[in-house]
Each structure stands twice: as structure tokens, then as C-alpha cells.
């Protein structure tokens, strides 16, 4: 067997109630003048009160809002900031590519990090990866971190606060791991792999039996058994299972969508998820076993509960012409692309006929294979 690295989890993950003042002791220990970073306005008032907490425990917090997605741009400006501010730390609060510009701006520094995630959208509190964008939110690359953070704080007061949008947006990245790690993993003779992998299709039942309910109540017992798992067990997948357990094709249809305009921005789960029913159509065009097919029913039932966007026309593209949509085609399929690890070849004109077969909710529920 080769040599693996592995960077399987945060040294401490303190999750619950109230969790971020129970972590100020913590947070202290592990830096004296941090820098805050978020962007969203919506959760500006949030990361003024951690300030807040922070001035009181004697330590000099300095506070830095991001401009655009996680993008080389902030990250080269925020060094530059914290240089100049001599900052021993950095806190980042927010959805997964703040989190994401948090992880790599410690990492470029070598300096510690802390994650404060303010939904479950996503994993990104956890994983020693980072997504880069441009300004504009088109995808660039992925980037491998020299370890995942130094502390994760996931306080449930606040992250049950999120609009619920975030939450499903989260469990269908989540479930996209099973789909996915199963795709390209099924056949791993490495134990932590083939471990990973059934931590996905466990993550997978858990969150169709209990996501609704989660989804329509956030204060019900179903609530933290599915952002947990949404924020934390996902991390711990890709942790274990490392780049095999991430993507099939799910992620780099995401990654495609990016290159595009939108009339109102989809969240990140939200083209993963879009991405994993034509991942699944692409299986079942290319396979005689049923599943595919009666997994992407399953989908399209459970996502449609959710609010989630299941066709073209639901994730608000501003063009959906052939000749615009190739264009995501073709960056999902470049020569470096994870959809390469399909069990099939898979071109651009595959790729393309897969997602305009979704290109209005009723098309979606009533695909059929020729």
C-alpha cells in the first residue's frame, strides 16, 4: 500500500448550545489578536458581538469583511491586513466560502484557525480543502491545506437561526457524498475508504429520515441530527476517505454552473444537488440496473420537499441555450475534472444532453431513456 495523507478532522470540535462563549477560553489559548472574517450583511451583527466577547476577554480582535466569494483577490488583501496588524489568528464566520477564504488565509500565513460556521450549507468548518472563485463566483480550483482547522465551534443557537434555505442546501451536499464515494470508491481495497464510504450512506438514511422534519422545524429533535451531520459528519467523510470519497460527477457539474450567469444566485448545495440528478441520469443511460433510476425518483421527491431546485428552470440561469450551457459543459469535463472518474466515458455532448433533459420541473420527474 502507498504512503496516505490524511488531515481527518479539526484538533477540537466543541458543538452545541451555545457553543462560541463556551469556546472563549479556547479561543484565547489559541490566539491574542485574531482577525474576524465573514461577508454576508446578514450576519454582520453576529460577528460584532463575537468582537464584543473578545475585547472583554482582553485579547485585540480585528475585523475584515470579504467582498466576494473566496477569491485569490480577498485572500492576498486579508494577508496584507493581517500583516499589518501582526494577527496570531484567524476566526471565520459565515457560510462555506468564508469559511473556505478563513482556512486558506491561515494557512498561507501559518497561523491558527478557527471556523465558526453560521449554517450547515456545508462541510467547509471542517476539511482541510478550500475553493477558490473569481470575483464573479465562477469556479477556479480546489486547494489542499496543510491540516484542517485548529478549533470548530458549531453553536447551535446560532446556526438554527439560519434561513432554512441553508439547511437544505446542505443535505443535498451531503447526501451527494454516498452518491458519489459509491461511484468511485465501491471498489477501494483501503479500509479507511471502504469505512468512509458506508459513513456516506449512513449520513445519506439519516438525513432522508429525518430532513423534512429538520427542514419544517428547526427546533425538533431532527434538526440537530441532520445539520450535524450536514456540517460535521460530511467533513468526516472526505477527512477519512480523502479526494476519493469527494466527487464523481456532482461537484464538477457544480463547478461547470459556475461559469454562468443567474438570475438569483443558487447556493452551493443547491448545484451539487442539481448536479447529482444528472449525475444519476448519466448512470442510468449507462448501466441496465434500475437503481439509478429509482434513486433519482427518490431525489427528486425528497428535493422537491425541500424547496431544492430540480431543473433548469429552477436554478434560475439567465440563458439556458445550448450554446451557453456548453460552456459549463465543457469546463465540468476538462482533462483534470473528477467527473473522469465515472465508471464511463463522459464527454461534453453527453453532459449537455444529460442537463437540457432537465429543463423544466415536469421534464425533470418524467425523464426517459432511449
Given at each position: 500500500?502507498?504512503?496516505?495523507?490524511?488531515?481527518?478532522?479539526p484538533?477540537?470540535?466543541?458543538?452545541?448550545?451555545?457553543?462560541?462563549?463556551?469556546?472563549?477560553?479556547?479561543?484565547?489559548?489559541?490566539?491574542?489578536?485574531?482577525?474576524?472574517?465573514?461577508?454576508?450583511?446578514?450576519?454582520?451583527?453576529?460577528?460584532?458581538?463575537?468582537?464584543?466577547?473578545?475585547?472583554?476577554?482582553?485579547?485585540?480582535?480585528?475585523?475584515?469583511?470579504?467582498?466576494?466569494?473566496?477569491?485569490?483577490?480577498?485572500?492576498?488583501?486579508?494577508?496584507?491586513?493581517?500583516k499589518?496588524?501582526?494577527?496570531?489568528?484567524?476566526?471565520?464566520?459565515?457560510?462555506g466560502?468564508?469559511?473556505?477564504a478563513?482556512?486558506?488565509?491561515?494557512?498561507?500565513?501559518?497561523?491558527?484557525?478557527?471556523?465558526?460556521?453560521?449554517?450547515?450549507?456545508?462541510?467547509?468548518?471542517?476539511?482541510?480543502?478550500?475553493?477558490?472563485?473569481?470575483?464573479?463566483?465562477?469556479?477556479?480550483?480546489?486547494?489542499?491545506?496543510r491540516?484542517?482547522?485548529?478549533l470548530?465551534?458549531?453553536?447551535?443557537?446560532?446556526?438554527?437561526?439560519?434561513?432554512?434555505?441553508?439547511?437544505?442546501?446542505?443535505?443535498?451536499?451531503?447526501?451527494?457524498?454516498w452518491?458519489?464515494?459509491?461511484?468511485?470508491?465501491?471498489?477501494?481495497?483501503?479500509?479507511?475508504?471502504?469505512?468512509?464510504?458506508?459513513?456516506?450512506?449512513?449520513?445519506?438514511?439519516?438525513?432522508?429520515?429525518?430532513?423534512?422534519?429538520?427542514?419544517?422545524?428547526?427546533?425538533?429533535?431532527?434538526?440537530?441530527?441532520?445539520?450535524?451531520?450536514?456540517?460535521?459528519?460530511?467533513?468526516?467523510?472526505?477527512?477519512?476517505?480523502?479526494?476519493?470519497?469527494?466527487?464523481?460527477?456532482?461537484?464538477?457539474?457544480?463547478?461547470?454552473?459556475?461559469?454562468?450567469?443567474?438570475?438569483?444566485?443558487?447556493?452551493?448545495?443547491?448545484?451539487?444537488?442539481?448536479?447529482?440528478?444528472?449525475?444519476?441520469?448519466?448512470?442510468?443511460?449507462?448501466?441496465?440496473?434500475?437503481?439509478?433510476?429509482?434513486?433519482?425518483?427518490?431525489?427528486?421527491?425528497?428535493?422537491?420537499?425541500?424547496?431544492?431546485?430540480?431543473?433548469?428552470?429552477?436554478?434560475?440561469?439567465?440563458?439556458?441555450?445550448?450554446?451557453?450551457?456548453?460552456?459549463?459543459?465543457?469546463?465540468?469535463?476538462?482533462?483534470?475534472?473528477?467527473?473522469?472518474?465515472?465508471?464511463?466515458?463522459?464527454n461534453?455532448?453527453?453532459?449537455?444532453?444529460?442537463?437540457?433533459s432537465?429543463?423544466?420541473?415536469?421534464?425533470?420527474?418524467?425523464?426517459?431513456?432511449?
Open positions: 500500500m502507498s504512503i496516505n495523507n490524511h488531515c481527518i478532522s484538533s477540537m470540535v466543541i458543538r452545541g448550545k451555545k457553543a462560541w462563549s463556551k469556546s472563549l477560553d479556547l479561543v484565547t489559548q489559541l490566539c491574542k489578536r485574531p482577525l474576524i472574517i465573514g461577508r454576508s450583511n446578514s450576519t454582520k451583527k453576529i460577528r460584532t458581538s463575537f468582537k464584543k466577547d473578545l475585547i472583554l476577554k482582553g485579547i485585540q480582535p480585528y475585523f475584515l469583511e470579504l467582498n466576494h466569494d473566496c477569491c485569490e483577490i480577498d485572500i492576498k488583501n486579508a494577508c496584507l491586513f493581517s499589518k496588524n501582526n494577527c496570531d489568528g484567524v476566526i471565520a464566520a459565515g457560510g466560502k468564508v469559511l473556505d478563513g482556512k486558506l488565509i491561515a494557512d498561507s500565513l501559518g497561523i491558527n484557525c478557527i471556523t465558526v460556521p453560521l449554517s450547515a450549507s456545508t462541510c467547509a468548518g471542517w476539511t482541510a480543502l478550500s475553493n477558490i472563485y473569481t470575483p464573479e463566483g465562477k469556479f477556479i480550483k480546489d486547494v489542499t491545506l491540516r484542517c482547522p485548529n470548530l465551534i458549531f453553536d447551535h443557537t446560532i446556526v438554527r437561526a439560519a434561513p432554512p434555505r441553508t439547511l437544505a442546501s446542505g443535505m443535498a451536499d451531503a447526501v451527494a457524498k452518491y458519489e464515494s459509491s461511484l468511485t470508491s465501491s471498489a477501494s481495497q483501503d479500509g479507511l475508504v471502504q469505512q468512509a464510504v458506508q459513513m456516506a450512506r449512513v449520513l445519506r438514511d439519516q438525513v432522508f429520515l429525518n430532513g423534512r422534519n429538520a427542514f419544517l422545524d428547526p427546533l425538533g429533535n431532527s434538526w440537530e441530527i441532520v445539520a450535524e451531520g450536514c456540517a460535521l459528519t460530511a467533513g468526516i467523510i472526505g477527512g477519512l476517505g480523502g479526494a476519493r470519497c469527494r466527487t464523481a460527477a456532482a461537484h464538477p457539474i457544480h463547478n461547470g454552473l459556475t461559469q454562468l450567469s443567474y438570475t438569483s444566485k443558487p447556493l452551493h448545495g443547491e448545484l451539487v444537488g442539481f448536479g447529482l440528478l444528472v449525475q444519476l441520469h448519466l448512470e442510468e443511460k449507462n448501466s441496465k440496473s434500475q437503481l439509478p433510476k429509482q434513486a433519482r425518483s427518490q431525489l427528486l421527491d425528497f428535493f422537491s420537499q425541500l424547496n431544492l431546485p430540480i431543473s433548469l428552470e429552477s436554478i434560475c440561469l439567465k440563458n439556458t441555450s445550448s450554446n451557453n450551457l456548453h460552456k459549463a459543459c465543457k469546463f465540468a469535463c476538462n482533462d483534470n475534472s473528477d467527473i473522469h472518474k465515472l465508471p464511463f466515458l463522459i461534453e455532448k453527453d453532459l449537455l444532453e444529460a442537463i437540457q432537465f429543463q423544466s420541473s415536469h421534464t425533470s420527474s418524467n425523464i426517459t431513456i432511449k
